[in-house]
């Protein structure tokens, strides 16, 4: 099992120019406190990234995180699905930026710039 199949990360879009992920929020999901635990929202953020910027790549070629930021904007319960939407932001031939953001429902809950590094095998 990969780390999207354990949290149960869905891929609703993928294509070059955006990909959409979507995940239910369980309790598995959350910190001590009740609240989404932040850090997924960066898995989120890069999972998308990364979808997106494999398109791109031969199939000699892979796309991995060298740098994620990601702004927490609004706390997430159980119960209810987070969607993030990631879409390019710059396409070098060896460095790829891409920007995510989650939602809740209409409400965008975190911002997200991923910076990934397109490797050879």
């Not at 699905?81 to 031939?93: D, E, F, H, K, N």
């Amino acid at each position: 099992m990969n780390l999207l199949e354990e949290l149960e990360i869905n891929q609703e879009l993928l294509s070059k120019t955006e990909v959409r992920l979507t995940m239910p929020i369980k309790p598995k999901h959350l910190q001590p406190y009740g609240l989404l635990h932040g850090g997924l929202n960066a898995v989120l953020a890069e999972s998308a990234a990364s979808l997106g910027a494999n398109l791109y790549c031969q199939p000699d070629q892979f796309p991995v995180g060298l740098d994620i930021t990601t702004h927490h904007l609004r706390a997430a319960q159980a119960g209810k699905t987070l969607s993030v939407i990631a879409s390019p932001l710059s396409l070098g031939r060896t460095i790829h930026v891409w920007q995510a953001k989650t939602y809740l429902d209409q409400t965008v809950t975190s911002f997200s710039t991923i910076t990934l590094k397109i490797n050879r095998e």
